[in-house]
Structures are given as structure tokens and as C-alpha cells.
């Protein structure tokens, strides 16, 4: 069997999310490459140097091509150079007019609740393409079960066509925290993980924050990710209230320097409104950070009774979080515990292991 795979989304330099997920997947499949199952990685461009290696099983194939690639280059060269069995779609788009059973993982449909967060050509590609690639995929995976209640009712999709094969997360090694401290010792602070656009909701932190600020002054709020779109406001309302100086912007990080916020922070928040999964809630619980997040589509399923909730929409509840969980040690520690029993139940290896046999058997 040969599995064709489009790869571009681990192809970056930076990685978040959808990328992220993208190259745990080809790892796992680089791993089981064998003769009798085969991995052609479609890409635009030559794959970077920490991209996993070729092998005689494990075969990249450029595809040179510009904006339309998955709807006009991928397919001419999937018609005219046939040789796969089955193609797989890590991120939503599938290529037009494939010749073999494809199967495709939709993330999240938060572009058609919040289409104002979304550039004009960035929303017609996600709800046009989205649109063609789970009417025509074979099987489709959603990565949570609020993924899949959205796209059955969203797109009129049958349920047993959607398969939830949840995200797994992955726990990074720490190499030298002394040469990372990006906070003075003496400064405790609440840390957010994500990039920064509307749906993320930080705004509503940052109003919690400064409401936590008049009880417990010395501390600052971190927040780590890299510039979205639609972020000016952010920066405004900071400027606003007056916390340029207990306001920290990282922009993008490194794996350790984020892995030393996890582990220092007093905890961390998700205020977003709205994820098709989130997996920065379970890396935080992998490194002894305590959760605080919103109440609200898929956090809720992924967290369990390892976090505290509160009203994405509601400042003052999140405030009255933050105090709680600063008043209540002992609450702090039960949310670590809980944690750490709460990410065994996620996996990078279990969820390749799924979706590779997904894959196969929809050639099967």
C-alpha cells in the first residue's frame, strides 16, 4: 500500500497547532514505513533539514506550484504520475479530482462562527475548499467530538462518516533553565500560550488581569505567541489600562523557553472563545501548570476536571477565577494532580496509530 500524504503544514519553520500536529503524524508514519507500506509526502518545496528523513519507504515528492497548489497543481500531478492508493489531508484542503480515496482532518470550523477574524481570502479558501474536501473525502476525521457535532450540523455530513481522533501533545525536555529566565525571580505570573487574534479572547484576560492586579500588584501576565491578524486591539487595550510594565510579550518562543513559562507559571489561562481542540491546556498540565479555562466548545472535553472554568465573555468571573486559585493552595495542588492523570489520556503515538488505520482501511 502507498499512502500519499500532504506534508506542507510541517514544512515551516515555525510551528503551531495544524503544523504541529502535521510533522507528530510523519514522524509516526517515517517510523512505519516498511515494504509493504509505503509514504509519498507531497510538498511545494524541499523539505527542511528537520523534517524526518527519507527512506526507501518514506519518499518525498516536490510539487513546485503557487496559490492554488491543492486545487489545481496536487491535482495534475496525483492524474498524470498515478502510483498512490489512498491520499491523506492533515489540514482540511484536499487536492480537486483525486483519483484515489482520500481522507481529510478538519480541525475546527471557527471561520464560519467568527468570519469577521478571518482575512477575505483566507475565509473563502476555508469555507469553499472545507466545504468540497468533507463532501467528497472518503472518511473524515474531527479532532474532538465538538469538531464533529460541528460539521454534521454545519455541513449536513453523516456522523458515521466522521470519525474523533483526538490531538496528542508533546512533552519537550528541558535543556538549561538558567539560561531562559525571561522574568525576574521575584515576579510571579499568569501565563497565556497562542497566537494573538480575536478568537483567542484576550482581551478578556487582560481585563481579568487588571482587576487581579489591584489585589496582588507584583504580579505580571505573559503572554506567549506570535502575531496573528486583527492584534492591534490587544496592544491598545494594555496601553489603555495602564499595564505596560506587568504585560509581557514573547512574540514567538522557542520550545524551551516555553517549556521554563509552563513550569514557572503560577498558572495558565485559555480564554479562547472557541477551539476545535486546544492543545496548549495539556501541555501546561504536563509541566505541573494549573489550568484555568474558558467554558466553552471543546476545552471542556479535553481538560475533564483538570481545570477551573469560567464565562469567555465574562472578565469578572475569570478575575474571581485568579483569586480563588491564588487564596486556595490547596485547590492549586488538586488542579496539578488532576492534571497529570488527565494527560495519559492523550497521546501523539495513539493518535497516528489511529489515523494511520483509519487510512488504511478506507483502501481496505
Known sequence: MIIGVDGNEANVERRVGVSVYTLNLLKYFNKRASGELKFKIYLRFEPREDMPRENANFKYEIVPGSFLWSQIFLPYRLFTRKGIDVFFSPAHYLPRFCPVPTVVTIHDLSYLYFPKDFLKKDLYQLTSWTKYSVDSASRIIAVSETTKKDIVKSYKIPSQKIKVIYNGYEKKRLLSESKLRLLESN??????????????????????????????????????????????????????????????????????????????????????????????????????????????????????????????????????????????????????????????????????????????????
Open 187 to 364: 515576579h510571579q505570573y499568569i501565563l497565556y500560550v497562542g497566537t494573538l487574534q480575536p478568537r483567542k479572547n484576550i482581551d478578556t484576560l487582560i481585563k481579568a488581569f487588571y482587576k487581579f492586579t489591584h489585589d496582588y500588584p507584583a504580579f505580571k501576565l505573559v503572554i506567549a505567541g506570535k502575531k496573528g491578524w486583527l492584534y492591534n486591539d490587544i496592544f491598545d487595550l494594555v496601553t489603555d489600562l495602564g499595564l505596560e510594565d506587568d504585560v509581557y510579550f514573547t512574540d514567538y518562543i522557542s520550545d524551551n523557553q516555553l517549556i521554563f513559562l509552563y513550569k514557572n507559571a503560577f498558572c495558565f489561562v485559555m480564554p479562547s472563545l472557541y477551539e476545535g481542540f486546544g492543545i496548549p491546556p495539556l501541555e501546561a498540565m504536563s509541566f505541573g501548570c494549573p489550568v484555568i479555562s474558558s467554558k466553552t466548545s471543546s476545552l471542556p472535553e479535553v481538560s475533564g476536571d483538570a481545570a477551573l472554568y469560567f464565562d469567555p465573555k465574562n472578565s469578572f468571573d475569570l478575575f474571581e477565577k485568579l483569586k480563588k486559585l491564588k487564596e486556595n493552595p490547596d485547590l492549586r495542588k488538586s488542579l496539578i494532580k488532576k492534571g497529570a492523570t488527565r494527560i495519559k489520556q492523550f497521546s501523539w503515538e495513539n493518535c497516528a496509530d489511529t489515523t494511520l488505520s483509519l487510512i488504511k482501511s478506507v483502501v481496505a
